[in-house]
């Protein structure tokens, strides 16, 4: 069982469409990172979150530490937005990035 | 600032051979992760360099070595090259646990 769960595996939506990336991990956590990953591989931070929300753009993302969980929110999706979407935690008692399956986005015009 | 910097971005190995994979952190970046990932996958991790010292390692065998030089850049040594050793290779560069900024990866293929 991975120890950072994402949902979904893969999301179709049209362009404009209000999109959500969800993220559950199972202990405390000293920090959690939203991960976009392009075909090619180049992997962009777009977020690191303790608590509360960030915003950046037409990206939102939120974390509730008593549940463990996180969402990444996309307003206004465009066809630039697919990518995959890689939630990853560092615990507590670690230093490494532990990451999730990753969400694979596709836009369509 | 030109980010995280890899090199090469692609290379093509044989069976057996070794590589080297470099790494130039972000400026003001002081540690170093190397990850692997394998096509279809997630990254793995591999290790991590602070201070100069392997300050943690993944579930990899000791033909992966790294080094981290005093200016912070890092290095992944591979020996002895297997076909499953095909994978990008990403590197990722932080001011001690603060977010992580990752390179654009180096593409390695062993045949």
């Known amino acids: 069982k991975n120890e950072v769960e994402q949902s979904p595996q893969n999301l179709t939506a049209q362009e404009g469409e209000f999109i959500t990336i969800n993220c559950s991990y199972s202990?405390?956590?000293?920090?959690l990172h939203w991960l976009q990953q392009h075909p090619g591989g180049g992997i962009v931070s777009l977020f690191m979150l303790s608590s509360g929300k960030k915003k950046h753009g037409r990206l939102i993302a939120t974390i509730n530490i008593q549940e463990k969980h996180s969402s990444l929110h996309i307003t206004a999706s465009h066809p630039r937005d697919s990518a995959v979407y890689i939630c990853a935690v560092i615990y507590d008692s670690n230093y490494q990035l532990i990451w999730g399956a990753g969400t694979k986005l596709i836009i369509k015009p | 600032d030109a980010g995280v910097t890899q090199s090469p971005t692609h290379l093509i190995k044989t069976r057996g051979q070794q590589v080297t994979l470099r790494c130039s952190p972000k400026?003001?970046?002081?540690?170093v992760s190397w990850y692997q990932q394998a096509l279809g996958q997630g990254p793995q991790f591999i290790f991590q360099y602070y201070e100069e010292e392997e300050r943690q390692r993944g579930n990899f065998p000791d033909r992966f070595s790294g080094h981290q030089f005093p200016n912070y850049s890092s290095e992944l040594n591979v020996n002895a090259l297997l076909l499953g050793d095909s994978a990008l290779y990403l590197c990722?560069?932080?001011?001690?646990?603060?977010?992580?900024?990752f390179g654009q990866g180096t593409r390695l293929t062993v045949v």
């Open positions: 990722a560069s932080s001011l001690g646990d603060l977010e992580a900024f």
């Open positions: 400026s003001g970046h002081d540690t």
């Open positions: 202990v405390g956590i000293s920090a």
